[in-house]
């Protein structure tokens, strides 16, 4: 089972894709996050797509809704189409967050003694 898998580390380069805009980025995996999140000046940034619903979620600054928006990464070689809330993150190292939603759809498992790769596929 883990042969078919992609092992990935906590932190991995990844490429977002919004609009016509692409953007190296380095991503924070977080298996505790349900959904992917990334900084909503990111998004602003890149020409977000349209808001596709608000959703409740549950963080460490507690209870609140956050838009969805769909947008695509490559993340490890493989291209993938997801939902990311949109959050304030600019007091935070990562804007991007890559919570389970993402690690199921692209199949990865996580090794936290991956270290990170200072070059990225594509």
Avoid at 47 to 69: F, H, M, Y
Wanted: aromatic residues 4%; proline residues 2%; hydrophobic residues 45%.
């Amino acid at each position: 089972m883990i042969k078919e898998r992609t092992i990935i580390g906590c932190r991995e380069p990844v490429f977002l894709m919004l609009g016509n805009k692409k953007e190296r980025l380095i991503a924070r995996i977080d298996t505790g996050a349900k959904i992917s999140s990334m900084d909503i000046r990111l998004a602003a940034e890149l020409s977000s797509s349209k808001i596709l619903q608000t959703k409740k979620v549950v963080s460490a600054n507690g209870t609140g809704l956050r838009a969805v928006i769909e947008a695509k990464i490559i993340l490890a070689g493989k291209e993938l189409k997801a939902n990311f809330t949109l959050a304030d993150r600019a007091h935070m190292k990562y804007k991007i967050l890559i919570g389970r939603n993402i690690l199921r759809k692209g199949n990865f498992l996580i090794d936290p003694l991956k270290k990170l790769h200072k070059k990225s596929e594509n």
